[in-house]
Structure formats: C-alpha cells, structure tokens
C-alpha cells in the first residue's frame, strides 16, 4: 500500500516510475503509469455515493457522474495552471509537475529552506485562488439548460471546493505552507520573547 494514501495518492510518489510527456511555461509534466485510471477512480466514487441519493434514475445517474469526471479533471488542471503562474510570478516556478492517478504533486528540486517565506506563500497560493477566481466567472454566466449548463454548474462546485478546501491546514494540501508561511511571524516573535525572558 502506498505511504501517501492517506493524502489521497494512490502511487508511492518517491518510488513510482515519472514519465514525461510535454515541457509547460519551464515545467516538467510527467505522468505515472497508472495516470489514466483518474477518470474512472473519479466516475466510480461519484456514482457510488450518489447511490445514497433514491432519486436519480441508472441514466441520470450516469450522467452527474460523467459530468462530476470531467469537471474534476478541467479543475485539476486548472489548480496545477494557478501553481504555475504564482510560481512565476515570484520567478521560483515548480520543476516538475506530477500527474498522479488521484491528484498532482508539485516537485521543486534544490533545498527549499532557502526560499524566502513570501515565495512559498505566493506559490501555494495560485493553485487555490485561481479555482475561486473561476468560480467567480462562472457564476455570473447565464447559459441555456443543457449539458454546458450542467457543466457549469459541476465545475463551479469542484472549484469552489478546491478553492476552498485547499486553505485547510492539513498535511500535502497547500494550506499547510500558507498557514505556516502566515504564522511564521507570530512564532519567531513569540521565541524572540522566550529567548528575552530566560
């Protein structure tokens, strides 16, 4: 079983064989062996617990799932966009972007502890805040009943959760930098204050 399931990967990411497929804006995309499996990972767990849900009928069913999928992967991508752009902006890009099975793992090569507090916040900053930023787009279009309209609606939920989610302070999301960068200051304050008082 793999150490980093508990984050929601499914493959041991230090150990899984990175397969690379295309250089973006500097960065190494690579994919695992398993890679394609997202789609169905996602489509399966929607259509299970959906199943909690007695009203929708197999075919509708089907369909939230579908649009479920595809809203995950348009967002998952979108995050790893908003990654790459807030990296940039601050010149201290990720290297290599992951693309696991459930969820993308950003790589940075180097010793981390020698980038600046502001370079880490920033980074982790752009996955989440692009997602809420197109959540915000998305609300004020007016489309026709339909697919896209469905769509829509389904993407606006995944990013709003991804928007939001990733702020929780929990281990491999990007709250954990953003609060630890936030808080940085209230810690070195609080041990300049020990240090003065021993």
């Not at 969820?103 to 809420?132: A, E, F």
């Not at 930098?177 to 940085?184: A, D, P, S, T, Y």
Request: hydrophobic share 45%.
């Amino acid at each position: 079983m793999s150490k980093n399931l508990k984050y929601g990967i499914i493959e041991d990411i230090d150990t899984v064989r990175r397969i690379p497929i295309v250089r973006f804006w500097g960065v190494n995309l690579l994919i695992t062996p398993i890679t394609w499996l997202g789609p169905f990972v996602f489509f399966g767990l929607h259509f299970l617990l959906n199943l909690l849900n007695s009203g929708p009928s197999l075919t509708d069913r089907l369909y939230q799932s579908l649009l479920f999928t595809i809203a995950v992967e348009i967002t998952t991508v979108l995050h790893a966009l908003g990654h790459i752009i807030s990296g940039k902006m601050v010149h201290s890009a990720m290297d290599e972007l992951l693309i696991t099975t459930t969820r993308d793992v950003n790589l940075y090569h180097g010793d981390q502890s020698q980038i600046p507090s502001h370079v880490h916040l920033i980074r982790s900053l752009g996955g989440p805040v692009l997602n809420l930023i197109v959540t915000g787009l998305l609300s004020i279009i007016v489309i026709t009943p339909g697919f896209w309209s469905a769509l829509t609606a389904s993407l606006i939920s995944t990013n709003r959760f991804f928007g939001f989610g990733s702020f929780l302070p929990l281990r491999s999301v990007d709250g954990e930098v953003i609060w630890r960068e936030l808080l940085k200051p209230v810690y070195t304050r609080l041990q300049n204050k020990k240090r003065k008082t021993l």
